[in-house]
């Protein structure tokens, strides 16, 4: 594949051998993690944001960065545990320009205590700060949903355990038809972070049909499916969710913040299939 066919400007890029190229960095990033998971010398530290990092976190970022610096190396990166460049508005660079956010292990706690609901997410964003290009790798639950801007959202499932007999499936993959508050399931990861809005939200588990704590990438990515309705986190960075974006976007949901601001630079997440979005940031939230 050329490193440099796909570098220039939007209308010039080719999204789908973007893609290829992220479902190959997730072939590499499972590899690593699924190695370290539950290994019983996983080294643990703590960042002084008081969270969590293993070494598969940093291996995973490393190699990422070191096979974008060949394939991609016009690109810029964003990832979680290496930074970003210094100085640029990550929702405008400079036209033409194109960068990757990466997450190597999204939920690094469950992947710490043998909890198999983590994930790479692996995102490349346009010089608007709009992610075209999703890949979000659950090796542990042998599931994996990509998406690219303007091609459709898709789930590849994993099915059976003996290798010599399992098959793989993808299929395309769509947000629910829920269109009543009352109707919907909802999905969030904890009452954490919520400040003035978490009594308003636990109210709100009375009257509406289902709420499960299932948290991280899962709940997104089980609105993409249209297995949930709508899914809600307070605090969240811009690795967290640019991969999500896309995907629930594509399924045909909609991804904003929670003052329902379009796109995953405004510090929170809620993602839905639409239909009950702004009802609910107006009920918790009071937008």
């Given at each position: 594949?050329?490193?440099?066919?796909?570098?220039g400007?939007?209308?010039?890029?080719?999204?789908?051998?973007d893609l290829?190229?992220?479902?190959?960095?997730?072939?590499?990033?499972?590899?690593?993690?699924?190695?370290?998971?539950?290994?019983?010398?996983?080294?643990?530290?703590?960042?002084?944001?008081?969270?969590?990092?293993t070494?598969?976190d940093?291996?995973?970022?490393?190699?990422?960065?070191?096979?974008?610096?060949?394939?991609?190396?016009?690109?810029?990166?964003?990832?979680?545990?290496f930074?970003?460049?210094?100085?640029?508005?990550?929702?405008?660079?400079?036209?033409?320009?194109?960068?990757?956010?990466?997450d190597?292990?999204?939920?690094?706690?469950n992947?710490?205590?043998?909890?198999?609901t983590?994930?790479?997410l692996?995102?490349?964003?346009?010089?608007?700060?709009?992610?075209?290009?999703?890949?979000?790798?659950?090796?542990?639950?042998?599931?994996?949903w990509?998406a690219?801007?303007?091609n459709?959202a898709?789930?590849?499932?994993?099915?059976?355990?003996?290798?010599a007999?399992?098959?793989?499936?993808?299929?395309?993959?769509?947000?629910?038809?829920?269109?009543?508050?009352a109707?919907?399931?909802?999905s969030?990861s904890?009452?954490?972070?919520?400040?003035?809005?978490?009594?308003?939200?636990?109210?709100?588990?009375?009257?509406?049909?289902?709420?499960r704590g299932?948290?991280d990438?899962?709940?997104?990515?089980?609105?993409?499916?249209?297995?949930?309705?709508?899914?809600?986190?307070?605090?969240?960075?811009?690795?967290d969710?640019?991969?999500?974006?896309?995907?629930?976007?594509?399924?045909?949901g909609?991804?904003?913040?929670?003052?329902?601001?379009?796109?995953?630079?405004g510090?929170?997440?809620t993602?839905?299939?639409?239909?009950?979005?702004?009802?609910f940031?107006?009920?918790?939230?009071?937008?």
């Amino acid at each position: 594949m050329s490193t440099t066919a796909n570098q220039g400007t939007h209308a010039s890029r080719n999204l789908l051998d973007d893609l290829a190229l992220a479902h190959k960095l997730a072939d590499l990033a499972d590899e690593i993690t699924l190695d370290r998971y539950q290994a019983n010398n996983l080294v643990i530290e703590t960042k002084p944001d008081l969270t969590p990092v293993t070494d598969a976190d940093k291996a995973v970022e490393e190699l990422i960065r070191s096979e974008l610096a060949k394939s991609r190396p016009l690109d810029f990166i964003v990832g979680e545990e290496f930074g970003r460049p210094d100085g640029i508005d990550l929702t405008n660079t400079p036209d033409g320009t194109f960068y990757w956010v990466i997450d190597p292990i999204d939920g690094t706690k469950n992947f710490l205590r043998g909890v198999p609901t983590w994930a790479t997410l692996i995102a490349l964003c346009n010089s608007k700060g709009e992610p075209v290009v999703g890949v979000v790798s659950a090796p542990a639950l042998s599931r994996r949903w990509h998406a690219a801007k303007d091609n459709g959202a898709f789930v590849t499932t994993k099915l059976g355990l003996d290798s010599a007999t399992s098959k793989v499936v993808t299929k395309k993959i769509s947000v629910s038809r829920v269109s009543k508050l009352a109707d919907a399931s909802i999905s969030h990861s904890d009452l954490v972070g919520w400040g003035a809005a978490r009594s308003k939200f636990i109210d709100l588990q009375e009257s509406i049909w289902r709420t499960r704590g299932i948290g991280d990438f899962w709940s997104h990515m089980l609105v993409a499916e249209g297995a949930i309705d709508l899914a809600v986190e307070p605090s969240l960075a811009l690795w967290d969710m640019a991969a999500l974006d896309v995907i629930v976007c594509e399924a045909g949901g909609k991804f904003t913040n929670t003052s329902g601001a379009s796109g995953p630079h405004g510090g929170s997440a809620t993602s839905s299939n639409g239909a009950i979005h702004k009802e609910f940031i107006a009920k918790v939230f009071g937008k």
